[in-house]
Nanobody, 122 residues
Framework: QVQLVESGGGLVQAGGSLKLSCAASGRTFSIYGMGWYRQAPGKEREFVAAISWSDTTTFYSHSVKGRFTISRDNAKNTLYLQMNSLKPEDTAIYYC???????????????WGQGTQVTVSS
């Protein structure tokens, strides 16, 4: 099992920045890829970004590419999401995810965190 705990969410003005963190514990050696999903009120859950744990291969949704940067520190078992140029439409609960078999975004990941709220005001 893998446990994931997000932190770093909050309230920011449009154009501002936030950095989310996700601490992984448990059988972290089994992780193939990690990523972020988000869900806004009244909308479907959507993929945001993913990164391979064996290298630094990344994948981003079109809506955040160029504004968000995903990174990880394997030694610290920590995943990050740097969010710049935030827009009101980025408001959502952001979930950290991990998968032992593939990159998040290719299928529903096996492991999910509790989520952290990001609110962007206009």
């Amino acid at each position: 099992q893998v446990q994931l705990v997000e932190s770093g969410g909050g309230l920011v003005q449009a154009g501002g920045s936030l950095k989310l963190s996700c601490a992984a514990s448990g059988r972290t050696f089994s992780i193939y890829g990690m990523g972020w999903y988000r869900q806004a009120p009244g909308k479907e859950r959507e993929f945001v970004a993913a990164i391979s744990w064996s290298d630094t291969t990344t994948f981003y949704s079109h809506s955040v590419k160029g504004r968000f940067t995903i990174s990880r520190d394997n030694a610290k078992n920590t995943l990050y999401l740097q969010m710049n140029s935030l827009k009101p439409e980025d408001t959502a609960i952001y979930y950290c995810t991990a998968d032992p078999r593939t990159m998040p975004g290719t299928r529903s990941p096996d492991y999910w965190g509790q989520g952290t709220q990001v609110t962007v005001s206009s």
